[in-house]
């Protein structure tokens, strides 16, 4: 059986844009990537979600522990061996607060992607694969406004500089962005129709990368 660790933040833990709440295990997109693979290759797949509410790439967060380099490590140790790490960061990392362009952000995602890459938490402490999945642009915001004082405009451009990073570090990527829009909701969030598109759409990715069980 193959390990898939999903890391992200809050559209990775299932975060509901109209009630505040959690989707159900079935519709975040996590589950249905599992579900995806084991209805093609049964009890081959394990698939682990680990998102966390505002969670950033490499950002010391003032209002929680949201930083995501610091608790990659452990994650990855805990579920080890692990054979891919899907990293879906960048979104809370263009809260005004931080002050970050998109590159920048970019940068922080593949910073995440070389420490998994050197960890050894790996199959027979070799290091596991990694898929670099870019969020897709804000929608409309409303809830969430204040918070993202001109991350609207930068994350129009999170998704190419996420992927130029990659391409150039020799990372498999995906952009969200391509299939997915967030909700007008609230703007940053997914609803339950786009958890589903994304989950389907990367077990294609899963099974590039990993190869037919």
Known sequence: MKTILCYGDSNTW???????GRYPKGLRWPSVLAASL?????????????????????????????NGSKYL??????????????????????????GVSSWDVAKGVAYLAGLARLSGFGPGRTSPQVLVV???????????????LGGAEKSLTLGRDIGTLAEQNGVP???????LRSSDVDGIHLESEEHAKLGKALAGKVIEILGRP
């Open 14 to 20: 299932g975060y509901d844009p109209e009630t505040a």
């Open 38 to 66: 084991d209805r093609q290759y049964p009890g081959q797949f394990e698939v682990i979600a680990e998102g966390q509410n505002g969670r950033t790439t490499v950002w010391d967060d003032p209002f929680g522990e949201k």
């Open 73 to 98: 490590l452990p994650c990855l140790e805990t579920h080890m061996p692990v054979d891919l790490a899907v990293i879906m960061l960048g979104t809370n990392d263009l809260k005004n607060r931080f």
């Open 134 to 148: 870019a969020p897709p642009p804000f929608g409309r915001m409303n809830g969430f406004a204040q918070d993202f």
């Open 173 to 179: 990527f995906f952009d969200a962005g391509s299939i």
